[in-house]
């Protein structure tokens, strides 16, 4: 039984909602053949006979009262001008259908005084038993008016609510969305800025450590040097010490001294440390002179500051030795304004020219020509 109820109630429902559209189709087709003159013809397309349709349908809803004034007004229009014409009998047939349709119509009662004045009562339909509707008429038509009035002063404001809490709704989901998208892109920024602070730790942790290679590879490298340099030094010193076994001694001839750079000459002296590092020179750039020798001078001097080491620059002249000497002081004072090369000459015509290093001294080496 309860669910024969609910059903029922649906149907009611559906049917209610079925009957408001239809009300409303009717109230814009009335408009529309107020609008168009369609006032009482043609048969089965005109204002007057909706209206009936409309008052037979929903007797209590007032939306059809302002259309009703409308149409009375119409009405009353074509009497005024049928009235002009002298056209008194058309005239009335307008005024009586106004009279019986819209009553309270405004003018009506002067249209209506005028047209009997002017045509000395005889216009008047026989059919019409009154002019006008009686004060009890009146006094329901004004307050059905009013409340017609009434009722579209609240649909007017619960209209506008509506369309005040749209607008407002709108507002706050424009509002919303920019919050999000703003928040959105502040999230992606950061995002990229995190990556990209990421990124450079992880170039900088590459540098550092190819760095970091390459420096174990060269300190490798001079290690293997050195360890070279003292073999040959070895061998060296134990030829050296076999001949002047074999030879007689020599009166040592003591040379003029010679000053290279800011360094303490020292008379025929020759280089006996184990050198840390030796490198090869190009003959042929030295031999021209050519400046761009800087450029290859530029890890040896560097390594020449790092081991605060002193050189000799093994040469086939001296003035190789010289030119070599101004451009090796340039390159170290470029990279270190407070650095002081201590240098000297060793004269090898049998080899290709190259700087050894050697442990820090005070004064500089001159060896035999």
Not at 6 to 25: F, K, P, Q, R, W
Not at 115 to 128: P, Q
Not at 242 to 247: A, H, L, N, P, T
Not at 359 to 367: C, D, K, M, V
Request: positive net charge; charged residues 30%.
């Amino acid at each position: 039984m309860k669910q024969i109820l609910i059903a029922a109630a649906l149907v009611l429902s559906m049917n209610a909602h079925a009957a408001t559209e239809d009300l409303d189709g009717l109230l814009k087709k009335i408009q529309a053949d107020i609008s168009a003159q369609r006032l009482a013809k043609p048969a089965g397309n005109n204002a007057l006979e909706r209206i009936d349709a409309f008052r037979a349908q929903a007797p209590f809803d007032f939306r059809i009262t302002p259309l009703i004034f409308k149409f009375g007004e119409s009405y009353v229009s074509l009497a005024n001008k049928a009235i002009a014409k002298k056209k008194y009998t058309q005239a009335q047939g307008y005024l009586d259908i106004a009279w019986q349709v819209a009553s309270l119509s405004p003018g009506l009662e002067a249209a209506q005084e005028k047209n009997d004045k002017l045509s000395g009562g005889k216009a008047s339909s026989k059919k019409v038993t009154k002019k006008g509707p009686t004060t009890a008429e009146r006094k329901k038509q004004k307050a059905l008016a009013a409340a017609a009035v009434a009722e579209k002063k609240r649909l007017d404001a619960e209209r506008k609510k509506k369309a005040s809490s749209d607008k407002q709704a709108k507002v706050a989901a424009a509002k919303k969305a920019a919050a999000d998208k703003k928040a959105k892109q502040e999230a992606e920024r950061k995002r990229r800025l995190a990556n990209e602070k990421l990124q450079k730790q992880k170039n900088q942790a590459a540098k550092d450590k190819s760095k970091k290679d390459n420096l174990q590879k060269q300190l490798a490298a001079a290690k293997a040097e050195k360890s070279r340099l003292q073999s040959l030094a070895k061998k060296k010193t134990e030829a050296k010490s076999y001949v002047q076994v074999k030879e007689q001694p020599k009166k040592t001839r003591v040379a003029a001294p010679i000053r290279i750079g800011k360094a303490t000459p020292i008379r025929n002296g020759v280089e006996t440390s184990v050198a840390i590092a030796s490198y090869p020179l190009p003959q042929d750039k030295i031999s021209n002179r050519d400046r761009g020798i800087s450029q290859d001078l530029v890890s040896i001097c560097k390594a020449i500051i790092d081991n605060d080491a002193s050189i000799v620059l093994h040469a086939a002249s001296k003035g190789d030795y010289r030119w070599l000497t101004v451009r090796l002081t340039l390159c170290t004072r470029r990279l270190d304004p407070a650095f002081r090369l201590r240098h000297s000459f060793d004269n090898s015509t049998d080899s290709d020219p190259l700087i050894s290093l050697h442990p820090n001294r005070s004064t500089a080496l001159i060896g035999k020509i």
